[in-house]
T-cell receptor, first 114, second 111 residues
């Protein structure tokens, strides 16, 4: 079955440690995205990539980094510079990355930093 | 003013009734509009997209777009308990490939 796989589902880290969240898709979609969701808030865009080896900052990129070395993969690293990293992280993809192209989401990773 | 606004709810609707969810947006150049449903603890799933003024129907769901008034709504007919979820409105502006999400409306269908 085609889809987007995020791993792990739950992740616990100590403050000051970097952590990498995995996102893999087998939908052959060009564009991939990372969103963050906090309780009572909408989804906020962290980074997005419309093509391999290229990505752009979203609205809240500070303290995060990404790479897009393969079309299928778009890992997100939460660095120790991110002030408030505990959140629900959602990876998404879309066929073209154009504005008419809807997003398909993975199941999310819930990160807790203590 | 937020770019995409939704009433956070909760909105309670009796089973079998019509649930009406509203969303307003600030950018008059917005061109693509989406409704996502998100169950508690789960990821959002796309239920409707609409790009031109008027109504678009898909089963029990109808999306309505009025660009002059800058609002988009979602009607759910014959509401079922399984429709209880948070509904997210998302908008893409002209010349901007990024989706902007509202904070969502929590809908509860009362049996």
């Amino acid at each position: 079955d085609g889809g987007i796989t995020q791993s792990p589902k739950y992740l616990f880290r100590k403050e000051g440690q970097n952590v990498t969240l995995s996102c893999e898709q087998n939908l052959n979609h060009d564009a991939m995205y990372w969103y963050r969701q906090d309780p009572g808030q909408g989804l906020r865009l962290i980074y997005y990539s419309q093509i391999v080896n290229d990505f752009q900052k979203g609205d809240i990129a500070e303290g995060y980094s990404v790479s897009r070395e393969k079309k299928e993969s778009f890992p997100l690293t939460v660095t120790s510079a991110q002030k408030n990293p505990t959140a629900f992280y959602l990876c998404a993809s879309s066929p073209t990355g154009k504005r008419h192209s809807p997003l398909h989401f993975g199941n999310g990773t819930r990160l807790t930093v203590t | 003013q937020k770019e995409v606004e939704q009433n956070s709810g909760p909105l309670s609707v009796p089973e079998g009734a019509i649930a009406s969810l509203n969303c307003t947006y600030s950018d008059r150049g917005s061109q693509s509009f989406f409704w996502y449903r998100q169950y508690s603890g789960k990821s959002p799933e796309l239920i409707m997209s609409i790009y031109s003024n008027g109504d678009k129907e898909d089963g029990r769901f109808t999306a309505q777009l009025n660009k002059a008034s800058q609002y988009v709504s979602l009607l759910i007919r014959d509401s079922q308990p399984s429709d209880s979820a948070t509904y997210l409105c998302a908008v893409t502006a002209f010349g901007n490939e990024k989706l902007t999400f509202g904070t969502g409306t929590r809908l509860t269908i009362i049996p």
